[in-house]
Structure formats: C-alpha cells, structure tokens
C-alpha cells in the first residue's frame, strides 16, 4: 500500500526513533520476529525491506507493525500513530460531532451490568450538602477527591455547574443533584423565541451570594430569573448587571431521575 507524500516526514522521525535506540533495521526485523512469534500473528512481523520503505516514506504501515514499532520503540501506541498524522487526540472531538440516526447505549457491552456511576458513594454524600455552584469552586474546597472529579469530566473544552439539592428552581426540568455543562462563549440572552419550556435556554448566572440556574428575560438593566411552574417558586427581579453576572448558557445535562437499586437487587427485572 503506498504512502502519501506526507509520509516522508513522518518516516524520518520513525528513523529517528530507530537510531535513537542504536538499532539497524534486521535487528527491527529479528525483535518484530519475536513478538509475532508471541502474537501467534505474522502481521506483527516487519522485514527490513518494509521497515526501510516505511521510513523513506513509501509505504504506509498497518496497526500491527505499528504496535510492533510501539513495543520496540517503546513509544505510547498513540504517539506513535500520531507520527503518521493519525489525530489520535481528536477522537472524542470528532465523534461528538457526528450524528448518529438510532438511539443507542454510551459504554461497553461489560458496563451494561451495572449502573453507570459518575461519583463514588463517598462523593455523592458530599454533593448532598453542596449548593448550587461551578464545580471547579467545589473542587477547590476537595482536594483530596478532585482526581476522582477530574477523570469523570472534560476539563479542557468545558465548564460545569452542579444544581445544590435544595435547589428547585427548574426542577422538574433540571433536577436538585444535576450537572450542567455550560458554554462560555453564550453569554447574550437570546429573544423569546423559544417554542416551549423544554426549548426555552437556560442560563448559569452568578449572583452576589450565590449560583443560580434558571430561565430569564433581560428588560433593559432588570434582568428577571424565572423559576419553572412546577417548582411553585418566585420570578426574581435582578439589576443587571449589577447584582448579576450572566455566565454561561447551559448547553446539556446530566441528572438522576431515579435511585439506584441496592446492590442485593441487582438482576431483578427492571420497573
């Protein structure tokens, strides 16, 4: 299979990984040997004819050499696919932006087993105290389960708010204990041309005392928070943008609509 042109500049660097090492291209070929051996799975194998080509940039290399490359180079798999141009680091970008047609589950076969868990119980049972607030401020007051909180979210691209438990102002549309992901580049309050309360944009405003999620109207510098009808609570009027600082649009939400099962009913038939 040839290679693009494009593959010259990532062959040099995969020499150059090579001669790092001090290794000639039969000795490349003999450790390959090895670990397709290993594999059980010629694929695995690279001859120092092949291996000489790929670095010259005329021919493209499969997923098995380059593990085997991986393993002898001693390289992240990723990184090493990375050399040839493969954006590895772009995966969960580029799937969030396709559109799927059918409804589907998010997760392993493996997972299916259990609920999925966004925090230990350890977790959950401090959230219950939390108020309504950015989730980076509670993490600053965690420091010793912040790890836990880092691995669960996408820190780089997003900003996220957690809705305090006593905090009913759009329940039951966003619920007490949901997490929003908010987009802080939506920062003007749309016109009202929203269809329903399910349409209607939801904002994430920080106030002088506190966080508050909710729907609004902006009337010049009153800016109203509008609770949902179900919540029974009061609309807020707010000097704007005095008293109130718009910070984001929430953009998705994560929320329990039901507890989870204790672990002595696991694989009773579902409700």
């Known amino acids: 299979m040839s290679a693009s ?3 010259l500049e990532f062959g040099k660097r995969l020499r150059a990984e090579r001669e790092h090492l001090r290794l000639s291209l039969r000795q490349v070929q003999e450790l390959s040997r090895g670990i397709a051996e290993q594999r059980k799975n010629h694929e695995y194998y690279i001859a120092h004819s092949s291996l000489a080509d790929i670095e010259s940039g005329k021919l493209a290399t499969n997923i098995y050499k380059l593990y085997s490359l991986s393993v002898i180079y001693r390289l992240q798999y990723e990184k090493l696919a990375a050399l040839f141009d493969v954006p590895v680091g772009e995966v969960e970008r580029d799937h969030k932006a396709l559109v799927f047609p059918q409804t589907y589950l998010v997760g392993k076969a493996s997972e299916l ?3 999925p868990t966004l925090f230990p119980p350890e977790l959950q049972e401090r ?3 939390e108020r309504t607030n950015l989730v980076s401020k509670i993490v600053d007051s965690w420091k010793d389960v912040a790890p836990a909180l880092l691995q669960q979210m996408d820190w780089r691209d997003s900003l996220y708010g957690y809705i305090g438990m006593q905090d009913h ?4 549309i966003i619920r007490p204990g949901s ?10 309050v749309p016109p009202a041309n929203w269809h329903d309360e399910h349409d209607r944009p939801v904002f994430f405003f920080e106030l002088r005392d506190r966080y508050v999620c909710s729907w609004c109207e902006l009337h010049g510098s009153q800016l109203i928070l509008v609770p949902s009808p179900q919540s029974r609570g009061q609309a807020r ?11 984001v649009r929430v953009t998705a939400i994560a929320m329990r609509i039901a507890e989870a099962r204790e672990s002595s009913a696991k694989g009773a038939p579902l409700a």
Do not use: M, N, W
Request: proline share 9%.
């Open 113 to 115: 087993g259990e609920p």
């Open 169 to 172: 102002t759009l329940d039951p």
């Open 179 to 188: 997490f929003v992901q908010i987009d802080s580049r939506q920062r003007t």
């Open 237 to 247: 009027h707010i000097r704007y943008p005095g008293d109130a600082c718009i910070v």
């Open 127 to 129: 959230l219950r105290s």
């Open 5 to 7: 042109s494009s593959s």
